[in-house]
């Protein structure tokens, strides 16, 4: 490979997915290196003040500073995007500043948002606390239902936000049917893909405006570093979210965007490998537990959806016991080899409570209507060898009475 050319699409976009997760977006020095560099630097020098004067008139190709622009977070954001299908991507500080960004970079008082009940805690923060207090309504609806995106609208409806998988209830959006309602009305979709991935799904192909990521999770995938990434249309990316990120500052780290970068190198290799466990523990508890969600799964209700928008389940189950957060924590608890952790996507099995940990901060009112209840429990499934997981589950499982 030439020193550019893991930058030129009309070769990139030709190479199939594990590939492009490894060499997509690089960019050699005149070293040569084979390893991206990692660039530790805040600004950058010019040769003379009319070179500086130009670049900052945006007549000049270069970097001005590392708020903006760095060699490093620009390989990540070009690989992400060419994972994802998408024109252009900004890379973020974490998941939550991507998606943060996301949305208060295209709304303005007196917008309205329909938004998905079902969503990770601190998302349901931002359509329900933050954005009010911008002027911004927000209407929530079970984002299962069609029907309900279209009875939603409002002559003032910007933008429809959601997940799909959703988190930690493993709901499915018919993305295809959404996008069209929101294309049909003039109406910006941003989808939250974290759990699913590129590699397992392509919100953009289904007729998504803006994909949203927290590259914490799969793409760095081994519990390293946090990161964000926003995917969409050059001319969203650099006239709407630029301006926003420029401003206001929630920048990526060269550090962390190589260690990103590091991470998708073996993307393929573990959500594939991860969504394979993760199901073969699916089949395990779904015999053992009262409720278990799993995609992949015939028993999920929405099973012929995740499978027509999914190429495999992902790494991720929700568990419903009948004794509430008491028996919940018992099991977590009775655990020795998976880890008690509100982190997911990490090559290390975890599970989480998520009534006292990721969705602690919602009234005990928004979380019944999302579907958390005291007794579920989300897993998040590594790389370890599925049976010493599932031997696991099942010696805590028996602690338990179950």
């Not at 989808?191 to 953009?204: E, G, H, I, K, S």
């Not at 209507?369 to 997981?389: K, Y």
């Amino acid at each position: 490979m030439k020193k550019l050319t893991g930058q030129d699409r009309t070769i990139t976009s030709r190479w199939r997915p594990a590939t492009q997760a490894v060499r997509g977006g690089t960019a050699r020095s005149h070293y040569g290196e084979t390893s991206e560099a990692l660039f530790l630097t805040s600004g950058y020098a010019y040769d003379c003040a009319g070179d500086a004067a130009a670049r900052f008139a945006g007549e000049q190709q270069g970097m001005t500073y590392s708020r903006l622009q760095n060699p490093t977070v620009e390989m990540l954001e070009q690989r992400i995007a060419l994972l994802e299908g998408a024109e252009a991507c900004r890379t973020m500080a974490s998941g939550m500043a991507a998606m943060t960004a996301a949305l208060l970079c295209q709304l303005s008082q007196g917008d309205h948002v329909v938004a998905g009940r079902a969503a990770f805690g601190s998302c349901r923060w931002l359509t329900d606390t933050l954005l009010p207090r911008f002027g911004i309504t927000t209407t929530i609806i079970d984002a299962r239902d069609n029907d309900a995106w279209k009875a939603a609208i409002r002559p003032n409806t910007k933008l429809f936000f959601f997940e799909t998988p959703a988190n930690p209830t493993l709901d499915i959006v018919d993305l295809e049917a959404v996008c069209r309602i929101a294309r049909d009305a003039g109406i910006t979709t941003v989808v939250d893909n974290a759990f699913a991935t590129p590699l397992l799904q392509r919100p953009m192909d289904y007729g998504a405006d803006v994909v949203a990521y927290s590259a914490t999770k799969m793409m760095d995938g081994q519990g390293r570093v946090l990161a964000g990434a926003v995917c969409g249309t050059s001319e969203f990316i650099e006239n709407t979210l630029l301006a926003f990120t420029r401003n206001t500052g929630p920048t990526l780290s060269a550090f962390n965007a190589w260690v990103v970068l590091k991470g998708l190198e073996t993307l393929d290799l573990r959500i594939n490998r991860q969504s394979a466990n993760a199901l073969k523990v699916a089949q395990f508890l779904e015999k053992r537990i009262p409720r278990l969600l799993y995609p992949a799964l015939a028993s999920h209700p929405q099973h012929e959806l995740a499978c027509k928008q999914m190429s495999a389940g992902g790494t991720i189950l929700a568990l419903y016991l009948d004794g509430g957060r008491q028996q919940a924590h018992a099991l977590l608890d009775a655990l020795e080899l998976v880890d008690i952790s509100n982190n997911i996507g990490d090559s290390r099995s975890l599970m989480t409570h998520p009534c006292s940990t990721t969705h602690a901060g919602l009234t005990a009112e928004v979380r019944a209507e999302m579907g958390v209840e005291e007794g579920m429990l989300r897993l998040s499934v590594g790389l370890e060898d599925p049976e010493d997981v599932i031997e696991d589950l099942d010696r805590a499982l028996r602690s338990i009475g179950l």
